[in-house]
């Protein structure tokens, strides 16, 4: 995927949260100073990665964490938000009914391209497109885009010869109505840039666009700064495509300084084939680069986690083994236990998949090896002496070792719960050293 390295070593400053025992002043710097070297590497604006650098340091540090989130979770969280800001917050696209979309650029920025991904874009969601070449400069542009399209069989106005883009649009236009989506493919390359623009401008007047798209390559790094500011103080822009994502080291200069401008990131191109178009989505797209696919349902579950007050209501009186199984079996029947996991505050960090699922299946031999338990064993615990674990241990096909795991585990979360009844968020705490100690953190 795009800036693989960013992404890396962005990982990298998340993980060293997760595992640090405590967040404070000292662990929140070293962070911040790891994630501004991450930044400046991908070509972020010194100024922005100050900025940032700036406030996820005193949000780290000051602000309270919100409810059902530990002070881990909210750096973490703190950390996706300052990101997903420098990347101007990108709402996504919302996919119309119907639109004239011009795309805008330089030459070599990948218009024509885009031009082809779009079509195929709109295409599979059920449009119907035409595109007209309004590239009346480059040589060979007409064909160019003709044989981008046709393998998606979609029709392509203008036509090899024409000298005149205006004309060229004018002339193309009746027999683009019936059409949903039209795209114009226009030129990049004039003798000025006033020309360009120019020509921009008069054609905007023709086609009437409901979108204009700059688009620019990533490569250019920071400086798409200043050509996102000069397209659109010119013929005034709706939103940027930027390509060459894939592989551009300086992808990140490019993103941010694009997002500085105001001017919203509509797709990012990943490759030269005309399914390499993606929706830029900013959440989305730090969520995968941090390698963390499921960060935002894991933020959005953090809002709606089981309060301490709902927990003690569930674990009132005495816990028994009976409880436990109970328990057991509703984690089981409530989804995977890893997803449940996730649910509860302390315990809010993704779970490695291999040891979720280790631990379910820890689980369901629990389950087996209380089956074989007298009522009363389940009921009073404690009179399980050696000679009964030998019985439940035969009863159930188990190791007297794993009986004694199952005890422990047992009493371990009965301490737990006890503590959370008392206590305020120390259960918690408790509960989830026990999970780490069953190899579930
Ligand atoms: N790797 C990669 N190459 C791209 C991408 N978009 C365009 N290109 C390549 O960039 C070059 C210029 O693209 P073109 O569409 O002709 O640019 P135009 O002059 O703006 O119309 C071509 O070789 C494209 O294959 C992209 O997202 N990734
Ligand atoms: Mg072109």
Do not use: C, W
């Amino acid at each position: 995927m795009a800036l693989e390295k960013l992404g890396e070593s962005l990982g990298k400053v998340i993980r060293r949260i997760t595992l640090a025992g405590l967040v404070d002043e000292k662990l929140v710097r070293e962070v911040v100073r790891e994630l501004q070297r991450a930044l400046l590497s991908a070509d972020v604006n010194v100024k922005l990665v100050m900025e940032l650098s700036r406030k996820v340091q005193e949000r780290a540090l000051k602000e309270k964490p919100p409810a059902g989130l530990s002070r881990k979770e909210h750096t973490i969280r703190v950390l996706y938000e300052e990101l997903v800001n420098l990347l101007g917050g990108g709402d996504g696209y919302t996919l119309p009914q119907r639109a004239r979309i011009m795309l805008v650029g330089l030459q070599g920025s990948g218009k024509t391209t885009t031009v082809a991904k779009l079509a195929r874009y709109f295409q599979k969601r059920g449009l119907s497109v035409t595109v007209i070449a309004a590239d009346t400069h480059r040589p060979a542009a007409y064909e160019q885009l003709s044989q981008l399209v046709e393998p998606l069989h979609i029709r392509v106005l203008g036509s090899p010869h024409a000298r005149d883009a205006v004309e060229v649009v004018k002339e193309a236009l009746p027999q683009a109505e019936k059409s949903d989506i039209v795209i114009l493919d226009t030129a990049g390359r004039h003798r000025s840039e006033e020309e360009l623009f120019s020509e921009m401008v008069a054609l905007a007047e023709v086609f009437q666009p409901d979108e204009k798209f700059l688009v620019i390559d990533s490569n250019l790094g920071q400086q798409a700064g200043a050509q996102a500011r000069a397209f659109n103080e010119h013929i005034g822009i709706t939103g940027v495509v930027l390509t060459k994502l894939d592989g551009s080291a300086r992808g990140g200069g490019a993103l941010s300084a694009v997002a500085e401008t105001g001017a919203p990131i509509r797709f990012v191109g990943t490759g030269e084939g005309t399914d390499a178009l993606e929706v830029f989505d900013a959440e989305r797209f730090i969520s995968r680069l941090l390698g963390m696919g499921d960060l935002q349902s894991l933020l959005e579950k953090a809002k709606e986690t089981i309060d301490e007050q709902k927990a003690r209501e569930i674990f009132k009186g005495e816990f028994t083994l009976e409880d436990l199984y109970a328990q057991i079996e509703s984690l089981n029947k409530m989804g995977p236990l890893a997803s449940v996991m996730r649910m509860i505050p302390g315990l809010g960090m993704a779970l490695p998949q291999e040891a979720a699922e280790l631990t379910e299946a820890r689980m369901r031999r629990f389950l087996v090896i209380m089956d074989s338990m007298t009522r009363e064993e389940r009921q009073k615990p404690r009179i399980i002496n050696s000679s009964r674990m030998r019985r439940i241990a035969l009863g159930s096909g188990a190791k007297v070792e794993e009986v004694k795991e199952l005890l422990k585990y047992y009493n371990t979360m009965k301490r737990a719960l006890k503590s959370l009844k008392k206590g305020r968020g120390r259960g918690m705490r408790q509960l989830a050293r026990l999970m780490r100690g069953m190899g579930m953190q």
